[in-house]
């Protein structure tokens, strides 16, 4: 079982930066591909960033693509997502979501971590 646990969402000004982690509980970690997605009020859940088990592969939406930067730690069993220059579309509940290398589909997921860009 993988349990994930986000943390670092607040309120923050058009610009500024804002750095999410996440943590897993368990040894599985060094096998899991992580990722975040986030989700605004009344829209659908949208991929954010993900990162591959060797930390040295990452990918991006466009949204977020020069802006953001996902990372991984393995000593410590976390992600991170450093936020650049912030903008106000940027406001969601950012979610972790993890899976095993070989699945399709992300099957674990944490609860979220409200991100607010006031304009």
């Known amino acids: 079982q993988v349990q994930l646990e986000e943390s670092g969402g607040g309120l923050v000004q058009d610009g500024n930066s804002l750095t999410l982690a996440c943590t897993t509980s368990?040894?599985?970690?060094?096998?899991?591909?992580m990722g975040w997605f986030r989700q605004a009020p009344g829209k659908e859940r949208d991929f954010v960033a993900a990162i591959d088990l060797s930390g040295r592969n990452t990918r991006y939406s466009d949204s977020v693509k020069g802006r953001f930067t996902i990372s991984r730690d393995l000593a410590r069993n976390a992600i991170y997502l450093r936020m650049n220059s912030l903008k106000p579309e940027d406001t969601a509940n950012y979610l972790c979501?993890?899976?095993?290398?070989?699945?399709?589909?992300?099957?674990?997921w944490g609860q979220g971590t409200q991100v607010t860009v006031s304009s």
């Open positions: 979501a993890a899976k095993f290398r070989g699945d399709e589909e992300w099957k674990y």
């Open positions: 368990g040894r599985a970690f060094s096998l899991l591909t």
